[in-house]
């Protein structure tokens, strides 16, 4: 994959989301169930920002403070990325080490899917997979040219 490629062709689109709205109770119950470590919450489609689930769990798991919901959970303002980022932009973003996750969101907004740091990384690796393995056909025509 080049670096010039767009994210949108590694993002993960099959992901848990919750609404703004949903109680700490519901978010309690999808991190029991779901190894997720990050919970994007969208106001219908809308990305408003990501609940961690070892945030959430440090600061909320004892809360008996059932008014609160998803949006007043939100761990921390998100780097969003548009569909047309590349990945070597995204790699910047992560080499950061801040963020495992990224959020990507169209022109209005929405939430279309999400990148993870181990999506990118998984690209980049067949990226260089396949130079190698053209390097060793290029290498078996040089040999067996000289085999003769």
Same mark, same amino acid.
């Given at each position: 994959?080049?670096?010039?490629?767009?994210?949108?062709?590694?993002? &993960?689109?099959?992901?848990? #989301?919750?609404?703004?709205?949903?109680?700490?109770?519901? #978010? $309690?119950?999808?991190?029991?169930?779901?190894?997720?470590?990050? +919970?994007?919450?969208?106001?219908? !489609?809308?990305?408003?920002?990501?609940? /961690?689930?070892?945030?959430? %769990? @440090?600061?909320?798991? /004892?809360? @008996?403070?059932?008014? +609160?919901?998803?949006?007043? +959970?939100?761990?921390?303002?998100?780097?969003? %990325?548009?569909?047309? =980022?590349?990945? *070597?932009?995204?790699? *910047? #973003?992560?080499?950061?080490?801040?963020?495992?996750? !990224?959020?990507? &969101?169209?022109?209005?907004?929405?939430?279309?899917?999400? !990148?993870? $740091?181990? =999506?990118? *990384?998984?690209?980049?690796? =067949?990226?260089? %997979?396949?130079?190698?393995?053209?390097?060793?056909? =290029? !290498?078996? $025509?040089?040999?067996?040219?000289?085999?003769?």
């Amino acid at each position: 994959m080049k670096r010039t490629t767009p994210v949108s062709s590694v993002l &993960t689109t099959n992901c848990t #989301i919750i609404e703004a709205q949903a109680d700490i109770q519901t #978010i $309690r119950e999808i991190f029991d169930h779901f190894p997720n470590r990050f +919970l994007p919450v969208v106001n219908n !489609l809308q990305f408003v920002g990501v609940i /961690l689930r070892e945030e959430f %769990l @440090q600061k909320f798991i /004892l809360s @008996q403070d059932f008014h +609160l919901c998803a949006k007043d +959970l939100i761990s921390k303002e998100m780097v969003k %990325l548009a569909p047309h =980022n590349t990945l *070597e932009e995204a790699k *910047e #973003i992560f080499d950061t080490k801040v963020f495992d996750v !990224l959020p990507v &969101t169209d022109d209005d907004g929405d939430l279309m899917g999400i !990148l993870l $740091r181990d =999506n990118l *990384e998984a690209a980049y690796k =067949n990226t260089s %997979l396949g130079k190698v393995q053209k390097a060793a056909v =290029n !290498l078996r $025509r040089i040999m067996s040219f000289f085999s003769f």
